[in-house]
């Protein structure tokens, strides 16, 4: 009559008190044999297929059905597929975990232990496929010398496959193992400590950037364990790990001396690999120290022992192609001495490679390198292209280090759009993600980008703020390869701010004189125009004419470039 009436004395009843309480209260009612395989499957995990329960529970098939019929009428599990494909899964994540948390420690480690006998015997696909579910069950049956290296492989698959954060986990999970591990440690348990501090290495390099503090940590520890074990076929990963760590935090003589040890210990093995490591760290630091030429000889020397069948074996051992690496390096050098058509063709080549070989970071390295180039030139259209198309990898791949780069490339692209709002709030965003990292690789140049385009968007005192912080770091650190372009910039900012006319063409004496020290002739010709054009206006016009037509009589290619244009169309005007 549709009315509810009580059966029984309420005084009678035993309530549950907590969700997991009813759980339980419903597993206790269950017989003996679907109880027991429902705890298996809660330590298997959140589901599990038949194939691998009718291996792991020893009992005849008719039993083990009629379990799972039992199991999926009490609805604490339900069935996807048709037996005997069959996959069950348990209904909530807490009913599985409140089982598995109900069992014996000394049960629990026993079911574990079964199902890795079961999964290397009946499954071995799992091992190269998903070893990380090997490394789960080994760690919880408290088998850690076999759980190790099953994290370790875990971890290297991931990198692989550029699931960084995934083989941060993996890696992290193998690493904790070592500290509950007795006696001494041994040459084998060292190496592959070794291997997995490496590799969690540069997984955070992709993740984090190469300044985060984490970095430096872990290929420290990598270093102390090469140290251990003298032969390691790990120290060129080690030595390169390091050497970026230091060269982001503008250590640049730590990144040199660690690039000169990894040449001393190419020339003892002679390894064409190492030869191009080494020449591209070594290239790097003196490129940042502002001694172009002296950089260039190194990245040739690099790229001479580039071949790509051979490296491509390499790329899982940094994390980056050192052919793509070294190529983008030449371009913006290139451009830098004073070769703008030869920088593009260099950088075409960077790009073609990276996408050849289908590696997100180093296509991220090779598009941001392309975007600085372009910047350079003054193609702000190409530059956008490039930096969105870098923003948009380096987002999807969780490259933070590079999201924060490619904002800033593109923030100066809008800007020269005319987007100007929007670019420039683009170049702080980044540039404070890019401080955020750690990173203080190339941080004067970012502040001259932000300082321009405050010039031109009649923010000059606060560019002239900028520069003023850029000159202070410049002198905390050995970074000097955009000095030049800080002494322009102030000059310029001076002039619209409308100060003494001395003071801002004294800045650009000190850009040319500093450019000419670097043998950075796009440099010098940018300081030079700034000066020919003041002192024109000023009615010298003999001098304007006499210290540009130097600087552009020098060049041999790049006319068509936005600064040879400007350079020939004022000579012009003051001719």
Known sequence: NNRYYLTRDIGD??????????????????????????????????????????????????????????????????ERGIYPQSTYVFKHALTQDTIYQSLLKSNRQKYHRRITQVLEKCFPEMTSVHPEVLGRHFTEAGMIEQAIPYWQKAGEIAIRRSANIAAIGHLKNGLELFKTLPGEPTPERIELELRLQVALGNALIATRGYADPEVGKTFNRASELCLQEDK????????????????????LQKTRDLGEQLLSWAKRHQDEVLFLSAHQLIGTALWAMGNFASAQEQFEQGIAYYEPQQHRSYISLTDEDQGVICLSYTAWNSWLLGYPDRSVNISHKALTLARNLSHPLSTVFALSYAAILYQCRQEPGEARKHAEAALTLATEQGFLFWIAAAETFLGWALSAQGQREEGIALIRRGLAAWQA??????????????????????????????IADALALAQTNEECFWEAELYRVKGELLLMQGEDEAEAENSFKQGIETARHQHAKSLELRSTLSLSRLWHAQGKREDAKRVLTEIYNWFEEGFDSADLKEARNLLDVIS
């Open 13 to 78: 009843m035993s309530i549950p008190s907590t969700i997991q309480d009813v759980v339980m209260a419903r597993v206790d009612s269950l017989p003996e044999d679907a109880k027991r395989v429902l705890q298996f499957g809660s330590t298997i995990g959140r589901e599990f297929n038949y194939k691998l329960i009718k291996q792991i529970y020893e009992s005849s098939e008719q039993k083990l059905l009629s379990s799972m019929s039992i199991l999926k009428d009490s609805e604490l599990l339900y």
């Open 232 to 251: 390691s076929p790990q120290l060129f990963q080690v030595l390169c790990g390091l050497a970026r760590f230091h060269m982001v935090r503008t250590e």
């Open 437 to 466: 990292t750690g990173g203080k690789f190339g941080l004067t140049r970012f502040y001259v980008v932000l300082a321009e385009v405050c010039g031109k968007t009649e923010n000059v005192e606060e560019g002239l703020n900028v």
